[in-house]
Every structure is written in structure tokens, then in C-alpha cells.
């Protein structure tokens, strides 16, 4: 036998994964979108007498033992009208659920590292801190030749979130960027 490095193992069977499936409570689905894998290919492994192999087999061990990381990994239901996935590359960081008309936020950071969530150690940020952070993902108001920068990206005048609308507020130094949904 050759020696193993994790105390995982290396298969498991289509009863394993519907059995933890139950228990999170999920759809096959749903188990699929948190596989990262198909919903055919989840019912396939369940009617499956064959072995599994493959990252699927870590991941039922870790929801085996850590089941409330399915909770923690769940996007909510959007707050407000307006949401905002903060980026690293595909990795979503944090979800900003923004009402610019009441001034409220609503934040859910999906990282631990705190130099790549939004607000940083900040768990509920004010709307002034929003808008400060909106800005930063911004070219600075005092920026020379602002008025070419705008007339380029078709806006009127310095507007954070309209700017970011057009650039995804993307910086040249980093790999991090805005999608937003209204």
C-alpha cells in the first residue's frame, strides 16, 4: 500500500454523496452548483454503483465534518436594489448590497483574508465608508486632465459608482474589479 500523506480517502460511493447531500438539505442541484460540477453528473454518481474518485471525495469529507461551510459558502438573497460582487480574478470577495436612496449597505465577505475583503476587518461599514470605498476603485478627483478622462468614458461629471459601471473599477495594479447588478 503506498503511503498516504491526508486521511482522506480515496473514494467513495453514490450513497456517500446523496447521504450528505441530504443533511446539508440540498437539491442535487444545489449540491452540484457547490461541487462545481453538473446536476446530471450528481445523479449520475447516486445511481452509480461504481467508485467516485476525485475532488469530490475531499469535499464530501470536509462537509462531513465542517458542514456549516456550505452556510457560510451560500450567497443571500439580494437586501437591496442594488448589489456589488467585489472581485480577485473569479474569486468573489465580498457582496455589497447597496440603497443609495436610503443610505444603507449590507455587506457578506466570502474571504478571511482581510487585505481582500472590501472593507477590510470592517464588518459593518457605514455608507460613508461605501462611498469612500467606491471611490478608491476610482481614478482620484484631483486627477490631471480629469475632464478628458470623463469626456472618454461618456460621463458628465465624477460619479464613483458610474465610473465603476464603465470600468468595472478596475485598477492597473491589481487584479480586483466590480461587477454590479441592479
Do not use: H
Not at 451560500?74 to 473569479?90: G, N, S, T
Amino acid at each position: 500500500m503506498k503511503s498516504k500523506k491526508y486521511a482522506v480517502s480515496d473514494v467513495l460511493n453514490g450513497n456517500d454523496i446523496k447521504r450528505i447531500r441530504k443533511k446539508l438539505q440540498l437539491t442535487q442541484g444545489e449540491f452540484a452548483e457547490l461541487g462545481n460540477v453538473s446536476a446530471k453528473t450528481i445523479e449520475r454518481w447516486e445511481s452509480s454503483s461504481k467508485p467516485i474518485t476525485g475532488p469530490i471525495v475531499t469535499l464530501v469529507k470536509i462537509l462531513k465534518e465542517y458542514p456549516q461551510i456550505e452556510e457560510e459558502l451560500k450567497i443571500p438573497v439580494r437586501e437591496y436594489q442594488m448589489r456589488l460582487w467585489y472581485m480577485y480574478k473569479e474569486e468573489i470577495c465580498t457582496i455589497i448590497d447597496a440603497d443609495e436612496r436610503e443610505r444603507k449597505i449590507k455587506i457578506y465577505n466570502y474571504t478571511k483574508n482581510y487585505s481582500f475583503r472590501a472593507f477590510g476587518r470592517e464588518e459593518k461599514p457605514s455608507f460613508e465608508q461605501y462611498e469612500e470605498f467606491l471611490e478608491s476603485r476610482c481614478f482620484p478627483r484631483s486627477r490631471d486632465k480629469m475632464k478628458l478622462i470623463l469626456k472618454e468614458l461618456n460621463l458628465p461629471f465624477y460619479e464613483p459608482l458610474m465610473i465603476i459601471e464603465k470600468t468595472q473599477g478596475r485598477m492597473a495594479e491589481d487584479d480586483f474589479w466590480i461587477k454590479i447588478e441592479r
